[in-house]
């Protein structure tokens, strides 16, 4: 075969290269339009029965040179990448994601800021059992120039016959040590018909792990001026707590933190696994900040000290830990909080690696 024999079924190859092209751009466009309309209609964009039927029809008018094996094989593909432009339509349509809005929420708690580039804690009690308990607690944060306090006063439990916390005397407890310390204080709120009461005490309404896709709940938190933490599912995909997320921001609050918690799976080691990769992956496709509860990702105290500093390496906004005078008598998760001197010792460990402003 000469030169010019081979240039010109060389051009030949790269004509229909184009072709091909064109024709799977506009396939594309075509399936954009066809998501649009599944999402109107409430359909799930992906048909297992109509993408069988379709490779069917295909591999029917298949006449070679390509086995049909590899003829489903690139038509599968096609198939996939036209789901997953799709599912891309849709992310870029997320208020919470970072294809809307590029650059960083900033949550704004009392004046300490969460999402501009340093690094910051929350600490406190996993349940409010006194003013006396979270005073001291308080006190030791105060101490240690931290301003975010936290404490549960509704405890969703696992157990009906485990402490549920205080309720609303837990809430003033709260509001109470605040004001004396000039602190911000997040608690959980497990009732949308508490979140008009429970603002009135405290700074941040945490959503926890298990009312995740409360959708009531996540809608009552978007309807109210005040920050929200949001704590992912114990057996979430981000995707889901992503869209969590959504149904706040869509009611008009966007002052969320996102809290990787751990997730439940067949390791019994730790109380969850915690899934330290939530962290970049988050802060790609949204532009919340991200913080990481160490002890409820762990349950073990041993392990507060790598995770966090696994945290504020791989670029966590900040880092979550139970603390508690005297964890040997705690209502709830004796096993996993600090007292106040293994606290400090945690925190001076950490304050090195913390990022600040640049």
């Not at 490779?55 to 003829?71: K, Q, V």
């Not at 509001?175 to 709120?189: C, F, G, M, N, W």
Request: with cysteine; proline share 4%; aromatic share 6%.
């Amino acid at each position: 075969m000469s030169n010019t024999e081979l240039d010109l079924l060389r051009q030949q190859t790269n004509d229909l290269n184009l072709q091909i092209l064109k024709l799977i751009n506009e396939r594309g466009r075509i399936v954009q339009e066809i998501g649009k309309t599944k999402e109107a209609q409430g359909i799930n964009r992906y048909d297992p029965v109509r993408e069988r039927a379709m490779l069917d029809s295909i591999i029917e008018h298949n006449d070679g040179p390509f086995e049909d094996s590899t003829i489903q094989h690139i038509f599968k593909e096609i198939f996939k990448a036209g789901l997953e432009l799709q599912e891309d339509d849709h992310s870029k349509a997320l208020l919470v994601s970072r294809k809307k809005k590029p650059e960083n929420t900033i949550v704004n708690l009392k004046g300490e800021t969460i999402g501009d580039g340093e690094q910051r804690f929350i600490i406190g009690p996993c349940a409010v059992e006194s003013y006396e308990q979270v005073a001291e607690v308080a006190a030791a944060a105060k101490k240690q120039g931290l301003k975010l306090l936290r404490g549960g006063a509704f405890k969703p439990r696992t157990s009906p016959y485990d402490f549920q916390g205080l309720g609303v005397e837990g809430l003033k407890i709260l509001k109470r040590v605040a004001d004396e310390y000039d602190l911000a204080v997040i608690s959980e709120i497990v009732n949308p018909e508490h979140i008009e009461q429970a603002i009135n005490y405290i700074d941040v309404i945490q959503i926890g792990a298990r009312n995740m896709q409360n959708f009531e709940l996540l809608k009552a938190a978007g309807c109210v001026k005040k920050p929200v933490l949001l704590k992912r599912g114990l057996a979430a995909t981000l995707k889901e707590f992503i869209n969590a997320a959504e149904y706040i921001i869509s009611q008009g609050n966007d002052q969320i933190i996102l809290c990787e918690r751990g997730i439940r799976t067949y390791e019994t080691a730790t109380r969850n696994t915690l899934d330290i990769s939530a962290v970049p992956i988050l802060k790609q496709e949204t532009h919340l900040p991200v913080f990481v509860d160490v002890t409820h990702s762990t349950g073990r105290r041993d392990l507060l000290l790598p995770t966090a500093k696994a945290a504020l390496a791989i670029g966590a906004d900040g880092v979550m830990a139970e603390v508690h005078p005297d964890p040997s008598v705690a209502l709830s998760d004796s096993a996993q909080q600090m007292d106040i001197p293994t606290f400090e010792k945690w925190l001076n460990e950490l304050k090195p690696l913390v990022q600040l402003k640049a």
